[in-house]
């Protein structure tokens, strides 16, 4: 299938190379020669940070995920790229009989729709499995810092064996080392050195903070500075010290760019042959979404935890970085329940998550129903909470002459819920569900499930109504603190 890139598919976001046209930018990525000799700019980074669910009364642990997205020429490059490795790696998956284990980042048909599975499919299956083995043992390992953690001397030899040759072409290792010897710079530093970031004051409290000093919306795009003020302010040519960070080490590759995921795949072929062969040996199935490991087999908690074992073994040859640890693994039993329907034990796992199922992918399998995961309801309602409740302020501000009952029924609360927010968790290498409101996303959660999702709408009528009721605080507060101002 040939590679071809759409003008309404360039990219649009600031970065320090300018705007190139899609014919422009297909010339450029499909010219091993211009590839080869091609100047990659830094990438830029941010920190994704939240912190993890925890049970009512405690505090979740901060995690940090960095990203790293590439400038414009960068980007359409690395996607071609991606591109011509992909479809010799999906040769490889059908070769080896892996086409139904390693399920992030491809396009899998569904056989019922014939649209493209999400995690919400592969979901459903994972549980199908445990319905149809009835008592079996269930392991769920999760890779340590996945991305972080690729040794780029196997990487390499990965590519190569991919493309079949004993070295790489010159284009290709080009790229190679655009993606693993690769320069990076912190969003907030670029901002700062351009003026746009920096010391202003907090108009609440009168102190000093740090922010932005014009409207994000009036940052230049798609070029964010000129090349020489870029070699000046961000290279550090000229009176100031360069903000460029180089990654030195001899493994991880960034997050967040267009040919990461894939190589990421790549990097594990054999170990997934080797879980895959495993797995069918004893009966079972095997599955990895990105750094989710999945492991269903015949059998109670021995077979199990000698699975587990065997995984964390077999993962040790691929890089000494790269590790399965105990405190991320789970281990479930699954048995006949009086009645019907199955019952579960949990046999391994940390004391908060998974006590009430398997969690996998977002949902959560007791062996009879599915549910939307908690942690994944918890950390929406949270937002769309605070969200709702500055509505309400704005909406006593707007109103001043209003009582709350008469500013409630003004607050299109049902569209406040429906269209709030992206499916954060689940969007990766999917247009489709990039698109989806949570609300979405629930909908279609049940239409797969069918009658082992129906939870899930008595999940969102309780948490609608919680909501509902924060807002209504919210604004009974926000009237008072206004007609006492």
């Not at 040769?91 to 086409?99: A, G, N, R, T």
């Not at 729709?113 to 769920?140: E, T, W, Y």
């Not at 961000?234 to 960070?245: D, F, L, M, R, V």
């Not at 991880?252 to 040919?259: L, V």
């Amino acid at each position: 299938m040939e590679w071809r890139l759409e003008a309404k598919k360039l990219k649009r976001y600031p970065h320090f190379d300018s705007d190139i046209s899609a014919a422009d930018a297909q010339t450029l990525a499909k010219n091993p020669e211009s590839v080869a000799s091609h100047s990659f700019y830094p990438f830029m980074r941010y920190i994704e940070r939240w912190n993890k669910w925890s049970e009512k009364g405690h505090k979740g642990k901060p995690k940090e995920r960095p990203i790293r997205y590439a400038a414009r020429r960068d980007s359409y490059i690395l996607s071609y790229y991606r591109h011509l490795l992909s479809v010799r790696y999906e040769s490889i998956l059908e070769k080896f009989d892996l086409s139904d284990a390693v399920l992030a980042y491809r396009r899998i048909p569904d056989e019922q729709s014939g649209r493209g599975k999400c995690n919400i499919h592969f979901a459903r299956d994972a549980f199908q499995n445990i319905i149809n083995l009835g008592q079996c043992s269930v392991v769920a390992l999760d890779i340590s810092s996945y991305f972080e953690s690729l040794d780029h001397a196997l990487l390499k030899a990965k590519w190569e064996m991919l493309l079949g040759v004993n070295r790489l072409p010159n284009d290709h290792h080009h790229v190679y080392k655009s993606i693993t010897k690769y320069a990076f710079v912190d969003k907030l530093e670029v901002y700062e050195r351009l003026g746009f970031f920096g010391d202003k004051i907090d108009p609440k409290s009168g102190r000093m903070i740090k922010g932005f000093l014009r409207s994000f919306k009036d940052i230049p795009r798609p070029q964010i500075c000129s090349p020489s003020e870029f070699r000046e302010k961000i290279a550090g040519n000229g009176t100031q010290k360069s903000i460029i960070q180089r990654h030195d080490k001899n493994f991880g590759i960034p997050q967040g760019s267009p040919i990461s995921d894939l190589l990421a795949n790549l990097y594990l072929i054999d170990f997934d042959r080797e879980m895959k062969a495993e797995a069918s040996r004893l009966g079972g199935y095997y599955s990895r979404y990105s750094d989710d490991i999945l492991i269903i087999l015949p059998g109670a908690a021995l077979d199990g935890e000698a699975a587990m074992r065997f995984a964390q073994q077999c993962i040790g040859k691929f890089g000494d970085e790269i590790k399965i640890k105990d405190e991320k693994s789970y281990i479930y039993e699954f048995f006949s329940a009086v009645g019907g329907g199955q019952n579960f034990r949990r046999v391994l796992g940390n004391e908060g998550q998974g006590k009430n199922g398997l969690e996998y992918l977002g949902f959560r399998f007791d062996g009879k129903k599915v549910y939307i995961k908690d942690s994944t309801l918890s950390n929406l309602w949270r937002k769309v909470t605070r969200k709702a409740m500055k509505e309400a302020v704005v909406a006593a501000k707007r109103y001043p002459d209003k009582t709350s009952s008469e500013i409630r029924k003004l607050i299109n609360f049902e569209k406040l819920v429906k269209e709030f927010g992206r499916v954060e968790d689940f969007e990766e290498k999917s247009d489709d569900v990039r698109s989806w409101t949570f609300w979405t996303y629930a909908s279609r959660a049940q239409e797969v499930f069918g009658d082992l999702g129906k939870p899930i709408s008595g999940q969102l009528r309780r948490h609608r109504a919680v909501i509902s009721q924060k807002v209504n605080d919210a604004l009974d507060r926000a009237v008072i603190r206004r007609d006492s101002s």
